[in-house]
C-alpha cells in the first residue's frame, strides 16, 4: 500500500470532497459548458469551492480537472490547452488545501466509446499519459480516476498514472442493471476490483450514479473482491 494512504488511514474514515460542477453552476457555470477552463479564467470562483470543502473538513480534496483530457476539451475548441489547464487545476487546489487537505487530481472519461469503435486503448493511454504527466507536474499527491464505465477505459487511465509514482484511486460509476449494480457497460463491482487493484490502483471505488444507499450494496460487493482500500462518493440524492 502506498504509504500516504497509509497515513490516511491510520485515522479512518476519511472524509474527502463532494461535487465541483454543481457548485460551479451556482457560481456563474452555465450547464454544458467545460468547467475545466475555469482554471484559468476564473481561478478565484474555482479556488473558493475548494476553500469551502477544505473548511467542511475535508481530508482529501480534487481539483478541476475532471475533463480536461485532449479528447473531451478539444469538444470545446480547448484541445491545445490541456497542459495549463490542468497544471491550474492542481495550482488551485494546492493553494485552497494549503496545509490542512491533500490534494488528490481528478481525472475523469474521454467520452470516447471503445466499444462502439470510436477509440482505442492505444489512444486513451496517450490521451490519459498527456493530462496526468501535465497533472503530476503541478505536484499533487495523488491521482483520482473517477466516473468510469468502461473497465478498459478506467485501466487504460491507471496504466498511465502508474508512471508518476503516486497513489491512484480507480473509481467506476455503478447506475444500471435492475439495482444499479453494473456499470453502463455491464461490470460488476467485483469485476472492477479485480480488474483494477491487478491493473496497479491502490484505491478501489465508486462515484456518482446513485445515491448513499445504493451504496451500502456496492461497497459490500467491493470490499469483498479486494484487500484495497474502498473509495466511496455517492450522490447527495
Not at 470543502?53 to 478539444?74: C, E, P
Not at 474521454?110 to 496526468?132: C, N, P
Not at 477505459?153 to 455503478?174: D, H, K, N
Request: proline share 4%; charged share 20%.
Amino acid at each position: 500500500m502506498h504509504a500516504l494512504i497509509s497515513r490516511l488511514l491510520a485515522e479512518k474514515p476519511v472524509l474527502t470532497d463532494g461535487a465541483w460542477g454543481t457548485e460551479l453552476q451556482k457560481l456563474g457555470l452555465a450547464p454544458g459548458s467545460p468547467a475545466d477552463i475555469w482554471n484559468l479564467e476564473h481561478p478565484e470562483r474555482v479556488e473558493a469551492v475548494a476553500r469551502a470543502y477544505v473548511a467542511a473538513g475535508s481530508r482529501v480534496i480534487l481539483t478541476n480537472t475532471f475533463q480536461a483530457n485532449y479528447i473531451a476539451l478539444d469538444r470545446h475548441g480547448l484541445g491545445e490547452r490541456v497542459r495549463e489547464i490542468n497544471r491550474a487545476g492542481v495550482e488551485i487546489s494546492r493553494r485552497a488545501a494549503g496545509e490542512r487537505a491533500h490534494v488528490f487530481a481528478s481525472v475523469g472519461p474521454t467520452g470516447k466509446m471503445l466499444a462502439a469503435g470510436d477509440t482505442s486503448e492505444a489512444e486513451l493511454t496517450r490521451v490519459f499519459a498527456e493530462q496526468i504527466e501535465a497533472l503530476a507536474g503541478a505536484r499533487p499527491e495523488g491521482l483520482v480516476i473517477e466516473t468510469m464505465s468502461d473497465l478498459d477505459e478506467a485501466c487504460c487511465a491507471v496504466l498511465a498514472a502508474r508512471a508518476t509514482g503516486l497513489p491512484i484511486v480507480a473509481c467506476m460509476a455503478f447506475d444500471s442493471a435492475k439495482n444499479k449494480t453494473r456499470t453502463m457497460m455491464g461490470t460488476t463491482p467485483e469485476q472492477a476490483a479485480t480488474v483494477l487493484a491487478a491493473a496497479g490502483a491502490d484505491v478501489i471505488g465508486a462515484n456518482c450514479g446513485q445515491g448513499i444507499e445504493g451504496y451500502l450494496r456496492i461497497y459490500r460487493e467491493l470490499a469483498a473482491a479486494t484487500g484495497c482500500p474502498i473509495w466511496l462518493k455517492p450522490n447527495a440524492g
